[in-house]
T-cell receptor, first 114, second 114 residues
Framework: DVKVTQSSRYLVKRTGEKVFLECVQD?????MFWYRQDPGLGLRLIYF???????EKGDIPEGYSVSREKKERFSLILESASTNQTSMYLC?????????????FGEGSWLTVV | AQSVSQHNHHVILSEAASLELGCNYS??????LFWYVQYPGQHLQLLLK??????LVKGIKGFEAEFIKSKFSFNLRKPSVQWSDTAEYFCAVNRYSSASKIIFGSGTRLSIRP
């Protein structure tokens, strides 16, 4: 089975802090995602990476950046956390690049910014 | 704008009741359709998907969904729910060939009374 692991499940950070969310997948997938999940809004794509060092902005990239130095690892960075970034963050990976391919998700990282 | 609508935000049923969760999307042409499920404390996982062929798709755990192109719908059904079906259900649609273009609905929380 594909495993997508998010190292931090629950974090509490202060406004203005720099926050790193780490994600590792073990199936050699080329494509990885970071989503944000909020009640009533579903999942919104923050960033997508289709290869090492390659990235594409999603629907809500403002206030976030990403890093993909190795194929298996995709990091989400909040340069200066703000309270409106309190949310559940989901990392995901996908085997292919097609529109019908299945996305595999991690368990999520609950971030609270105070 | 492209959109995916899940009109039921919270559904409460008793065990053995039949289930139908609605999903509508707002654009024509070729689409790939998905239902993902998130059980409490677990990662999002694929329940079923449609990308071509028979519009009645069967998924895991006795779920099925029917693609009705004329109604732009992909409703999820199960004839008899169990307490273990308590979860949040997300419909998703992708009209493009890139996995990064998938759009998720806002989710439906399903609560099953024992």
């Amino acid at each position: 089975d594909v495993k997508v692991t998010q190292s931090s499940r629950y974090l509490v950070k202060r406004t203005g802090e720099k926050v790193f969310l780490e994600c590792v997948q073990d199936m050699d997938h080329e494509n990885m995602f970071w989503y944000r999940q909020d009640p009533g809004l579903g999942l919104r794509l923050i960033y997508f990476s289709y290869d090492v060092k390659m990235k594409e902005k999603g629907d809500i990239p403002e206030g976030y950046s990403v890093s993909r130095e190795k194929k298996e690892r995709f990091s989400l960075i909040l340069e200066s956390a703000s309270t409106n970034q309190t949310s559940m963050y989901l990392c995901a990976s996908i085997r292919g690049t097609g529109g019908s391919d299945t996305i595999y998700f991690g368990e999520g990282s609950w971030l609270t910014v105070v | 704008a492209q959109s995916v609508s899940q009109h039921n935000h919270h559904v409460i049923l008793s065990e053995a009741a039949s289930l139908e969760l609605g999903c509508n999307y707002s654009y024509g042409g070729t689409v790939n359709l998905f239902w993902y499920v998130q059980y409490p404390g677990q990662h999002l996982q694929l329940l079923l998907k449609y990308f071509s062929g028979d519009p009645l798709v069967k998924g895991i755990k006795g779920f099925e969904a029917e693609f009705i192109k004329s109604k732009f719908s992909f409703n999820l059904r199960k004839p008899s729910v169990q307490w273990s079906d308590t979860a949040e259900y997300f419909c998703a649609v992708n009209r493009y060939s890139s996995a990064s273009k998938i759009i998720f609905g806002s989710g439906t929380r399903l609560s099953i009374r024992p």
